[in-house]
Structure formats: C-alpha cells, structure tokens
C-alpha cells in the first residue's frame, strides 16, 4: 500500500520559516510525481508544489514561487517543502501527494494517494 506521512507544521511568525517532511513508501511505479497541497478554512483545495521524483524537476503555483522549494531525497524516501518568508495567508493544512505517470515534463494536477496532512500557522 502507498503511504505517505507528512510532518514538520507548526506555529510560526509572519516571515518566519518551515520545512515539512513527506515520507512515503509503497510507490513501485517506476517513475512518479510528488506534490504538496494545502487547504484552508474556507478554501478549495491549491496544489502549491510538484516534483519529478526522477529528474527533481519542480514546478510552482504563483502563491509561493519564490518563497517555497519542494525537494526530495531519494535515498531516504522523503520529500520536503522548505517554506520560507511565511505569510497569514500561508496558513492551511499542509498535504503530501502521490502520483504513479510515464516519463513526464511536468507532473500532473490530479493525485490519487495522500497523506493525512500537517498543520501549518502562520500569525
């Protein structure tokens, strides 16, 4: 089964800094995107970040370039989110997503498996 847990939220200051962990297992797939979503009160679901897990290719939503870098370590099976410049706005539950794709220059927008989410305030 595809796991996926994430960790690393929390209460922080407006310009302060986070990084969230994903550790995932189960992915047999031989290639695979990684994505971190958040959702606040009130608030569709954004996807924010995707990394290519082969390659390390990331792309952005505007909301955050700049000030978030998704990244992964193969080895230790984990991706990270490293959140800086935090804004009240930033505020939401954070989740890690998973999805099995061929050999991709982006990752998709649809994920099938995720974690159980982290919560990240900034005030």
């Known amino acids: 089964d595809v796991q996926l847990v994430e960790s690393g939220g929390g209460l922080v200051q407006p310009g302060g800094s986070l990084r969230l962990s994903c550790a995932f297992s189960?992915?047999?797939?031989?290639?695979?995107?990684m994505a971190w979503f958040r959702q606040s009160t009130g608030n569709e679901r954004e996807g924010i970040a995707t990394?290519?897990?082969?390659?390390?290719?990331?792309h952005y939503s505007d909301s955050v370039k700049g000030r978030f870098t998704i990244s992964r370590d193969v080895a230790k099976s984990t991706v990270y989110l490293q959140m800086d410049n935090l804004k009240p706005e930033d505020t939401a539950m954070y989740y890690c997503?998973?999805?099995?794709?061929?050999?991709?220059?982006?990752?998709?927008?649809?994920?099938?498996?995720w974690g159980q989410g982290t919560q990240v305030t900034v005030s």
């Open positions: 189960g992915v047999t797939d031989k290639y695979y995107c």
């Open positions: 997503a998973a999805e099995p794709v061929g050999w991709v220059l982006r990752c998709p927008d649809e994920y099938n498996y």
């Open positions: 990394i290519f897990v082969e390659d390390g290719q990331t």
